[in-house]
């Protein structure tokens, strides 16, 4: 177990190590000069020009101005924002809460209801409701969410008015239509991935033996399918998580909602270098670490992981 | 006599007919018809348009649908209908082209990384699962950060996103393939490392690649039109659904249409590939059987 506990914490290191060699080499792959890119659309004497450049490091060679990079990054210290001149870091902090929230409360609805259906649409497999629901299921994952976003709003706000689409801060109604938006395609998605994962798991031999000692049909599904459907679920719930932060790039602009997926909008707009990397980094290393915490979890339910 | 032919008849057919349970598959029938339907639409574009994508009309602003313009005008009296079909092109354009790039770049390095292993593996598969950790639109938008916006940007950026993929499928493909007899065959009458990656091992892949690039173009038309969507794809003179759908996002309370249609449009493209591949999978797929 330590062995392998050893050796994943060794990979997700590794991993975060590529993410800031990335969002690092991000100015320095731009073209044009990174100190121009830092300053922006200020327009500034080519001395003063020079003397950012070297208060800002940028004559140093490439390797050690990365390392200073990384230094300042690990004590918290992303830059300051172009365009208002503020600590990076404080804004993610403020944003980051209001993005978490919507993504939690998203895979909340997404598991409870993508679950149930799941087992529903396998308890009653290959009938018709099952295929409606297949084809529904199928229908709702293509359904780009911001365009789910837009109906959603011209629903509930245009034309029953029942839910402002931006709602003022602190406002809770202001949550349901991105978590709603966000959760539609999820719940279906994860239905999927549980209906399949139960039926493969029917058609194993020891639900069989199960029925032959007598066993009720629910009693079988709850006590020897769903303890195997676990890891499939799990896994697929955590790649939610990480794939709802993403997303939440996009709903948080439409609903013009505070959070880091708008300020990472924000950011890539105004071209606002260490705003963009403030907020790509740690969105990456929220990721690297859910599925860390994942892959550690099998370890602990199935020896097969942390053994092979 | 008789006896022997019933026994016969009732031997369940070993082979069952995959031709025919396609052509009766539900999702298969309906996703093809839907792609057929698009490609239609997209490739005569030229034919099917009543007007000229960017000819302004400001007496004609936010017309609903009518005979004259079958899906309603835009903010500066654009026909949306003309608009939608050319702005299929280029969605499909980008989808298509996006998946060639991540295909053909992670295929490569999937086979480099399956085939030599060791330090090479390694690296290969370090900088994809550093690509992974920018979970899914979050690459593609950290990359147009850096090229800037534009439809190739919007191509090259959602491309690169797709490498990982191609390159794990691609790399697991190599290693059951590599220890083959054939392979060694190969080798025995001198055959080049390239010769053996490119002429033996690679056809043998490429049929699960293609596969699984035509299930991404989906998901690729999804990444692209969001990209546009958030004002960083396709510029204001070409039409291109995830940009028309910003377009006519601020004005949905009075003009619904502007957004609406080529909303749809990305749904009935991503759906049919999605049915496609269901219906594929349902048939070819042995746990569904």
């Not at chain 1, 208060?55 to 990054?73: A, M, V």
């Not at chain 2, 992670?106 to 370090?126: E, K, L, P, Q, R």
Request: glycine share 8%; net charge positive.
């Amino acid at each position: 177990m330590w062995n392998y506990l050893g050796r994943r914490l060794l990979t997700s290191l590794s991993i975060l190590i590529g993410v800031s060699v990335l969002t690092f080499l991000m100015i320095h792959v731009m073209p044009g000069d990174p100190v121009k890119v830092i300053v922006g659309r200020l327009t500034t004497s080519p001395e003063r020009i020079e003397a950012l450049r070297e208060e800002l490091g940028f004559n140093d060679p490439i390797p050690l101005q990365y390392l200073n990079y990384l230094g300042r990054f690990v004590r918290g210290d992303m830059g300051t924002s172009i365009r208002n001149n503020r600590p990076v870091f404080d804004q993610i902090m403020e944003q980051l809460p209001n993005t978490l929230q919507l993504a939690l409360i998203t895979v909340t609805i997404s598991t409870i209801f993508g679950i149930l259906i799941g087992i529903f649409s396998a308890a009653t497999k290959y009938s018709l409701v099952d295929r409606v629901l297949s084809f529904i299921s199928l229908s709702v994952i293509s359904i780009p969410p911001f365009f789910i976003a837009l109906l959603l709003i011209l629903l509930f706000s245009v034309h029953l008015k029942w839910i402002p689409a931006v709602a003022k801060t602190g406002d809770p109604r202001g949550l349901i239509l991105p978590a709603v938006s966000l959760a539609l395609g999820e719940i279906f998605w994860l239905a999927r991935i549980v209906r399949n994962a139960v039926i493969e798991e029917t058609n194993k031999l020891y639900p069989n033996l199960a029925k032959s000692k007598g066993l009720s049909r629910p009693g079988i599904l709850m006590k020897h399918i769903l303890p195997n459907v676990l890891i499939p679920t799990v896994t697929a719930i955590s790649i939610q998580l990480v794939y709802i932060l993403a997303g939440s790039v996009v709903i948080e602009s439409i609903f013009a909602r505070q959070g880091i997926g708008g300020l990472a909008v924000l950011g890539i707009k105004n071209q606002d270098f260490p705003l963009i990397q403030g907020t790509v980094t740690v969105l990456a290393a929220i990721y690297v670490v859910v599925n860390t915490i994942t892959d550690i979890f099998y370890a602990v339910v199935d020896p097969r992981v942390r053994l092979g | 006599m008789n006896e022997i032919k019933r026994i016969y008849r009732d031997k369940p057919n070993p082979r069952p007919n995959r031709a025919r349970q396609l052509i009766t598959n539900f999702n298969f029938v309906v996703g093809l018809t839907l792609l057929s339907v698009t490609i239609f639409i997209a490739v005569l574009a030229p034919l099917l348009a009543t007007d000229d994508v960017n000819k302004a009309d400001p007496r004609a602003s936010f017309m609903p649908p009518s005979a004259n313009h079958w899906m309603g005008t835009d903010k500066l009296g654009r026909d949306i209908w003309s608009r939608f079909v050319f702005g299929g092109r280029v969605s499909l354009v980008i989808g298509l082209s996006a998946m060639v790039i991540g295909m053909c770049a992670g295929t490569v390095m999937g086979i480099f990384a399956g085939f030599y292993g060791g330090w090479i593996d390694s690296a290969i598969s370090w900088i994809t699962e550093v690509l992974m950790a920018f979970p899914g639109i979050l690459l593609a938008l950290t990359i147009m950060a850096i090229l800037g916006p534009g439809v190739n940007n919007v191509i090259l950026a959602v491309g690169i996103g797709t490498i990982p993929q191609f390159m794990r499928m691609a790399r697991s493909a190599v290693l059951k393939t590599r220890e083959m007899d054939f392979i060694d065959a190969a080798r025995t009458i001198g055959c080049s490392d390239a010769r053996i990656l490119f002429r033996h091992i690679l056809p043998n892949i490429i049929q699960s690649v293609i596969v699984l690039a035509t299930l991404g173009i989906g998901s690729a038309i999804l990444e692209g039109s969001s990209l546009s969507y958030l004002g960083l794809g396709a510029q204001p003179l070409t039409p291109e659904w995830g940009s028309m759908i910003n377009a006519g996002r601020t004005f949905l309370q009075n003009a619904w249409w502007v957004s609406v249609f080529p909303g749809l449009g990305v749904f009935l493209a991503i759906l049919s590939i999605n049915m496609l591949g269901e219906g594929l999978s349902q048939v070819f797929d042995p746990v569904n059987q």
